[in-house]
C-alpha cells in the first residue's frame, strides 16, 4: 500500500540540489576511486576497491530513492484557507507553557528539532482539519497532550 508523499516546494529544491550533487561530483569521485583502485592491481585483496564498490552500491541506491521520491511526490504549495493541512504553519498552545510554533510537512521533509513536524506525526495528524481556537488532543509517546490552536499561517 503505497501513500502520498508530500514535499513543500523547499523539500523539492533540496532534494533536486542533492540529487544534481550525487549524480555530477559524486559519480565522478567515485568513478575515479574506482579506477585508481583497479590501477592498483589484485582487486580480492583490495580493500579500497571493496569500499568504493560500496559507496557506489549506496551511492546509486540514494539516486534511486531521490528519483522514486520526486517522481511520486505531492508538491505543496503554501497553505491556503483556515484549516490546517500540509504546508501550514501552526501557532498552538499547551496549558501552562509557551506557544510554540511548527511547520507542518509531509514525513521525507521533517526535523522536529527545527519546527518541521510531519503529517503522520502524532501532534502533526492531530492538527490536520482543525482550525484556529479548536482545543486538539494528541497521543504522543509522552501521553496525551492538550493545546490550542492559536494562529495558522
Known amino acids: 500500500m503505497s501513500h502520498q508523499t508530500y514535499l513543500t516546494a523547499e523539500g523539492e529544491q533540496k532534494l533536486k540540489n542533492e540529487l544534481a550533487e550525487l549524480k555530477g ?36 541506491g540514494r539516486i534511486q530513492e531521490i528519483e522514486a521520491v520526486l517522481r511520486n511526490a505531492v508538491i505543496i504549495e503554501k497553505s491556503q484557507g483556515d484549516f490546517v493541512s500540509v504546508g501550514s504553519h501552526v501557532t498552538i498552545q499547551e496549558a501552562d507553557f509557551d506557544p510554540e510554533t511548527f511547520y507542518v ?13 510531519s503529517n503522520e506525526s502524532p501532534i502533526g495528524s492531530a492538527l490536520l482539519n482543525h482550525k484556529v481556537g479548536d482545543v486538539v488532543e494528541a497521543d504522543t509517546p509522552g501521553g496525551k497532550i492538550r493545546f490550542k490552536i492559536l494562529k495558522i499561517e
Open 25 to 60: 561530483p559524486r559519480r565522478e569521485d567515485l568513478a575515479q576511486r574506482l579506477r585508481s583502485a583497479i590501477q592498483m592491481g589484485d582487486l580480492s585483496e583490495n580493500a579500497d576497491y571493496h569500499k568504493a564498490k560500496e559507496d557506489q552500491a549506496f551511492l546509486e
Open 105 to 117: 510537512v509531509g514525513a521525507k521533509e521533517a526535523d522536529p528539532r527545527n519546527g518541521k513536524i
